[in-house]
Structures are given as structure tokens and as C-alpha cells.
T-cell receptor, first 112, second 115 residues
Framework: DAGITQSPRHKVTETGTPVTLRCHQT?????MYWYRQDPGHGLRLIHY???????DKGEVSDGYSVSRSKTEDFLLTLESATSSQTSVYFC???????????FGSGTRLTVV | AQSVTQPDIHITVSEGASLELRCNYS??????LFWYVQSPGQGLQLLLK??????LVQGIKGFEAEFKRSQSSFNLRKPSVHWSDAAEYFC?????????????FGQGTTLQVKP
């Protein structure tokens, strides 16, 4: 959907470098989420946000941090990238806690 | 803890045949249930959702799903599959009592459609 964009779409980075992925929304939705998608694992929640400066950890948060300083942007940072963080990362937004998600198009990250 | 199981990793059906994708969940309280579809190289699109009320829910693209509390299942069905339905399908569960809206996803089922 045009209301949510992820950047970059593709990135190759070296082991040990920090990486920041951006999720930007124009829907003014309260809830934002970061998931990673890996074969055989489906989507796993990394971090989520339920308001500006309100964030919490998901099931696979080790090695990741997030920030949300304004409603429209939710940043995911890999503090020191490792090969195990090679994945496709999806951002999702939701208007309320029961509405279901709208997903971004994903960021394919390769750590070499 | 919440969990979602999609028992079938891959399913192949012939075009025009009926389809049923299975989803079982584990959750102690009232769940919210969702099905999403992902075409190759794309993001996920919501097919349908169940919150309460009628246990048979209709979605987009001719899909429907039935919530069976006694079996902890939320299976996705379509009476006649089209070649364009080939994709990966994800079942997801959320907690009705949650104030975070976070969802737990199954591992996904890849649907292949034979001509």
C-alpha cells in the first residue's frame, strides 16, 4: 500500500557494521511493528511500537534496537550486523489493536 | 504462550479444484485470527479476519475461513482455485485482550497450482 514505505529495499552490508532500516507511514496509525521473514520460520516479531517513544521487544529482539520519535517513522537498527541477521525485514502498521496489519514491501538485507 | 501451526508446508492443487489450508492455534483466551497472502517478492496482503460473531468469514478473492473453537482451528477455503492463487499463505493470531495488537504468525503454506 502507498501508505507505508520501507527503505532501503535492498542492502548488502559487512559483518560488524551498524545498519538502520526505515519504515515510514502516512496513515497516522498508532501501532507499528518490525518482523523478519526466514524460510521455515514464517514471520517473527522483532520489536513493536504502540505510540511515539513507546516501544517494546518481540520474540527475536537480540541484536536489534528501535526508535520512534514521531508517529510516521519507526527505525530498526542492527547494532553490529551478523550473518544470522541476513533476512527479509517487514514493517507493518495498524490503526488499532484489533484491525490487522498493513505491510510494507520489505527490505532484503544481506550481511556478508 | 500463543502459537500458530500450519501443518502443510507445501500444497499442490489443480486449477479449478477446491482448496483447504489448515491453521491451528494455541491460546488460552479469545483470539483474533487472520489469513494473509504473499505473492513472490511482495509484501503480505490481508485476506480475511475473525474477531467475533459469525464463525464463517468471507474475504477477498473468493476465500473464506471457518473458526472452530472446539478444534482451535481457522482453516482457509476456496471452492475453485485459479492459477493466480499460487502464493504463500500465512495464518496469524492475536489476543483479544492485548493492548499492543501484536500478531503471531504461522510458518506459512506454499500453494502451487497445476494447470
Amino acid at each position: 500500500d502507498a501508505g507505508i514505505t520501507q527503505s532501503p529495499r535492498h542492502k548488502v552490508t559487512e559483518t560488524g557494521t551498524p545498519v538502520t532500516l526505515r519504515c515510514h507511514q502516512t496513515e497516522n496509525h498508532r501501532y507499528m511493528y518490525w518482523y523478519r521473514q526466514d524460510p521455515g520460520h514464517g514471520l517473527r516479531l522483532i520489536h513493536y511500537s504502540y505510540g511515539v517513544k513507546d516501544t517494546d521487544k518481540g520474540e527475536v529482539s537480540d541484536g536489534y534496537s528501535v526508535s520512534r520519535s514521531k508517529t510516521e517513522d519507526f527505525l530498526l537498527t542492527l547494532e553490529s550486523a551478523t550473518s544470522s541477521q541476513t533476512s527479509v525485514y517487514f514493517c507493518a502498521i495498524s490503526e488499532d489493536r484489533a484491525g490487522g496489519y498493513t505491510f510494507g514491501s520489505g527490505t532484503r538485507l544481506t550481511v556478508v | 504462550a500463543q502459537s500458530v501451526t500450519q501443518p502443510d508446508i507445501h500444497i499442490t492443487v489443480s486449477e479449478g479444484a477446491s482448496l483447504e489450508l489448515r491453521c491451528n492455534y494455541s491460546y488460552g483466551a479469545t483470539p483474533y485470527l487472520f489469513w494473509y497472502v504473499q505473492s513472490p517478492g511482495q509484501g503480505l496482503q490481508l485476506l480475511l479476519k475473525y474477531f467475533s460473531g459469525d464463525t464463517l468469514v468471507q474475504g477477498i478473492k473468493g476465500f473464506e475461513a471457518e473458526f472452530k473453537r472446539s478444534q482451535s482451528s481457522f482453516n482457509l477455503r476456496k471452492p475453485s482455485v485459479h492459477w493466480s492463487d499460487a502464493a504463500e499463505y500465512f495464518c496469524a493470531v492475536g489476543a483479544a485482550s492485548s493492548n499492543t495488537g501484536k500478531l503471531i504468525f504461522g510458518q506459512g503454506t506454499t500453494l502451487q497450482v497445476k494447470p
